[in-house]
């Protein structure tokens, strides 16, 4: 009989352990939850979200257009340290940090074309660059931007960016 008692005891221990075992797992699940952020609201259609802290572009086009500008002057930046001279097109700079020659090849970039010449830079008389991306429409979601060897991007909401434009931040 004290085997039975012994064995009967086991289990009630078993039994209640295996009770407040799932009870704190509750408790953790629902403090888990009460503490879980609550869900943003969803951005209205069609509203723009930034890519990263500072991002300048007010739509995806535009987002695009500086990124490829921002791959462009890299390259550059990069070219012109290797041998000592920007190059004289994109075609020339393709291959140079991630500046690819698919990249080269069309000046087509979504809603943007692409422009590039060379110049005389600022204050020197070394030969320099000029990179423009033109929106098929300029509005308030597609900006004009400019950015020659100085690596400045500069936007314009009204017409063709130029050196004179607003810095884009």
């Known amino acids: 009989m004290e085997g039975f008692l012994a064995m009967k005891k086991c289990k009630y221990r ?3 352990g295996l009770i407040a ?3 704190g797992i509750g408790l953790l699940r629902a403090l888990a939850q009460s503490e879980a952020p609550t869900p943003q609201a969803a951005p209205a259609a069609g509203a ?3 890519k990263f802290a500072g991002d300048p572009a007010r739509s995806e086009s535009e987002a695009q257009a500086l990124g490829y500008m921002r791959v462009v002057l890299r390259a550059e930046r990069a070219y012109k340290k290797k041998h000592n001279k920007y190059a004289k097109s994109l075609a020339e700079l393709a291959g140079t940090a991630s500046f690819t020659k698919r990249m080269a090849q069309s000046t087509a970039r979504g809603d943007y074309t692409v422009a590039f010449r060379n110049h005389k830079a600022k204050n020197s008389d070394e030969e320099g660059f000029v990179l423009t991306m033109t929106p098929k429409q300029i509005d308030a979601e597609h900006r004009s931007f400019y950015s020659d060897e100085d690596g400045v991007i500069h936007g314009d909401d009204q017409k063709a960016a130029d050196a ?3 810095k884009v931040k």
Do not use: E, G
Request: proline share 17%; net charge negative.
């Open 14 to 16: 078993l039994f209640s």
């Open 21 to 23: 075992m799932l009870l």
């Open 48 to 50: 723009y979200q930034p």
């Open 164 to 166: 004179d434009s607003p």
